[in-house]
């Protein structure tokens, strides 16, 4: 099972990944998702730095980007947890049963969809339709996709993030 650790698990300091991405220029408008994925891949989130100085960059208003980075799912303000569990809730995940795979989530980790555990281990998101309904109710639990979920397995997938999260590094 591949993994992707969110690198919000062990922040780099978001001035100096700003840096790193902004100093390349020159930049388009047109390069703002791009730059936007860099910096949520590198910081774990959008920084309020970075609208400032993509807005200074690019010639675009503070306001166009940040509704840009509340547009996608891939982009988000808050930072998430060094762990991420996404449920899917498209129609076809829901009839099999995806709510009660959600429900069973907030209960272990005490958060709703779209929140984050309080010491930052895990962040718990919902989504509709990843391509894959056949497999549904699907879960992606740090970019590994877990098909024919149900609110045990979801039991057995959550601890093992979390204890996985307990090991010295
Ligand atoms: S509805 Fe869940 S993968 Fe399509």
Redo the contacts with the bound molecule.
């Keep these: 099972m591949s993994k992707e650790r969110n690198p919000a698990s062990s922040p780099l300091p978001a001035e100096g990944a700003l840096d790193r991405i902004l100093d390349g220029g020159p930049f388009a408008r047109a390069d703002l998702i791009g730059l936007l994925h860099r910096i949520q891949a590198e910081c774990g989130h959008i920084p309020r730095e970075a609208v400032v100085r993509l807005s200074e960059r690019l010639g675009l208003t503070e306001e166009e980007i940040a509704s840009v980075v509340t547009f996608y799912r891939a982009f988000s303000f808050a930072p998430r947890g060094g762990h991420r569990i996404t449920v899917?809730t498209?129609?076809?995940?829901?009839v099999r049963g995806?709510r009660r795979v959600v429900d069973e989530c907030r209960r272990i980790l005490g958060i709703e969809p779209g929140g984050t555990t309080p010491d930052g281990v895990c962040t718990l998101e919902t989504v509709?339709?990843?391509?894959?309904?056949a497999?549904?109710?699907?879960v992606i639990a740090d970019g590994a996709t877990h098909g024919h979920m149900n609110p045990g397995k979801a039991a057995d997938l959550v601890a093992e993030i979390l204890s996985e999260a307990d090991e010295p590094a």
């Design positions: 899917c498209g129609t076809a995940c829901h995806a509709n339709c990843v391509g894959a309904c497999l549904g109710p699907i």
